[in-house]
């Protein structure tokens, strides 16, 4: 099985930064993609970023220019900076990844989600 555990979220003023980390752990052969979705109360879960193993990162429009998405593809670890946070940033944020694992299986892994709070 695979695993995926987030951390890094907490309650930051507008303005502020956050970095979230999400290791993967488990039977993985390789990781093709990993990304970040959030949810906000009441919505819907989006899409914040998509980390392919190769190319490049997709984006959603509301967080270009402010996030920044990153993996360390030798330890299965993805890493999402977010600056200049806005009161709408706040959300519960997931990390997603899917793959292959040691045994030669699809993978596709959700984690527990992290906490950000943007507020005055």
């Known amino acids: 099985q695979v695993h995926l555990v987030e951390s890094g979220g907490g309650l930051v003023q507008p303005g502020g930064s956050l970095r979230l980390s999400c290791a993967a752990s488990?039977?993985?052969?390789?990781?093709?993609?990993m990304g970040w979705y959030r949810q906000a109360p009441e919505k819907e879960r989006d899409l914040v970023a998509v980390?392919?193993?190769?190319?490049?990162?997709n984006y959603a429009d509301s967080v270009k220019g402010r996030f920044t998405a990153s993996r360390d593809h030798v330890n299965n670890t993805a890493y999402l900076q977010m600056n200049n946070l806005k009161l709408e940033d706040t959300a519960v944020y997931y990390c997603?990844?899917?793959?292959?694992?040691?045994?030669?299986?699809?993978?596709?892994?959700w984690g527990q989600g992290t906490l950000v709070t943007v507020s005055s």
């Open positions: 997603h990844a899917y793959g292959i694992q040691r045994n030669l299986r699809q993978f596709e892994v």
């Open positions: 488990g039977s993985i052969l390789s990781t093709n993609t």
């Open positions: 980390i392919p193993s190769d190319g490049v990162i």
